[in-house]
């Protein structure tokens, strides 16, 4: 599941920066594709969040805080960049 999400954002940040768009652009793209990621998994948020799957295994829950924090550096990046 971690990969799968991890795979799914990186995609999604990939594509926001394509084509020299503005920062805004790139913002607005991105949240398209995360909303749209969302919409086609409609159980991956309940997953990911999941206490049973991830908080009570810490190897398990600090790989999944390492993929959302990896995204989140990812966003902040076109933020700063706008």
Not at 20 to 49: Q, Y
Not at 66 to 81: F, K, S, T
Request: net charge positive; aromatic share 4%.
């Amino acid at each position: 599941v971690a990969e799968y999400v991890a795979t799914q954002l990186a995609e999604n940040i990939a594509s926001a920066g394509e084509d020299g768009r503005s920062a805004e652009e790139k913002l607005r793209r991105l949240l398209d594709r995360h909303i749209a990621m969302i919409r086609s998994n409609p159980g991956l948020l309940r997953i990911v969040f999941s206490d049973e799957l991830f908080g009570g295994n810490p190897s398990r829950r600090a790989l999944m805080l390492r993929v959302i924090q990896g995204y989140l550096d990812a966003v902040a990046r076109l933020v700063r960049e706008g």
